[in-house]
């Protein structure tokens, strides 16, 4: 694994829980995560948070140069996980299924989010209540399962550009706008001003599709799972 993040790099993790043993981690939480862990009804939700915040110490450990028992992680208000000593590096997590991905950037803030494609009880109403008129409009230009397909484009951009901000959802998404450019960037309007952010998808796998977001828009990004990677930027 590689411990080098230039300034302009933007590295995503992909990690299967299929493959990786739960109980060997639970040393690198805290009692805090591991009484969270323990609140899981299911074991594959309980897999998914303890790999994910496992994976993101171990990985933090090798970017800084610390042990992983050295990373003292905190949580903001909006759930967004942060290193109060290392601002500038920013850092994601989501999972769906038997996939978990991170995101770490010095480039600026990252979010990221992960989705199962699958079908969704009352659809319209959905894209209704979470998408902007443009957003919509693109959802809509697609039928059937394409259209589905769309709706987790726009739904995983809007989430990850929410991860960003360190917010997490929030009433009145319909007001929030994330419309995907030509050059692979995300133009974003709303209450919070407009932007023009570094925007990258890809499926992890056949049923999910994933979307990073980053704040600075020139960001080189490549994919790294254990033992290799691939510049996808």
């Not at 992909?14 to 009484?35: H, K, M, R, S, Y």
């Not at 692979?184 to 049923?207: I, K, M």
């Amino acid at each position: 694994m590689t411990s080098r993040l230039d300034g302009r790099d933007a590295h995503l993790w992909q990690f299967e829980t299929t493959c990786i043993g739960v109980e060997p981690l639970l040393g690198l939480l805290t009692d805090d995560e591991q009484a969270r862990a323990e609140r899981f009804r299911r074991a594959e939700d309980r897999a998914r948070f303890v790999i994910g915040r496992a994976m993101l110490r171990q990985l933090l450990g090798r970017y800084l140069d610390r042990a992983p028992g050295d990373i003292h992680l905190h949580t903001t208000d909006g759930g967004k996980p942060v290193l109060p000593d290392m601002p500038q590096l920013s850092f994601s997590v989501s999972h769906s299924g038997g996939h978990v991905v991170l995101a770490l950037s010095r480039a600026g803030s990252v979010g990221i989010d992960v989705e199962r494609v699958r079908d969704v009880a009352d659809l319209d109403s959905m894209i209704g209540r979470c998408f902007s008129t443009r957003e919509r409009a693109l959802i809509d230009a697609s039928a059937g399962n394409e259209r589905l397909l769309a709706f987790f484009r726009a739904w995983t951009r809007k989430e990850a550009f929410l991860k960003m901000l360190g917010t997490g959802l929030v009433d009145a998404l319909d007001q929030i706008d994330c419309s995907p450019c030509a050059d692979r960037t995300l133009q974003v309007s709303g209450p919070q001003g407009c932007a023009r952010l570094a925007w990258h998808e890809y499926q992890p796998s056949l049923d999910h599709i994933a979307a990073l977001v980053c704040e600075n828009p020139d960001i080189r990004v490549s994919l790294h799972r254990p033992g290799w990677f691939v510049p996808l930027l």
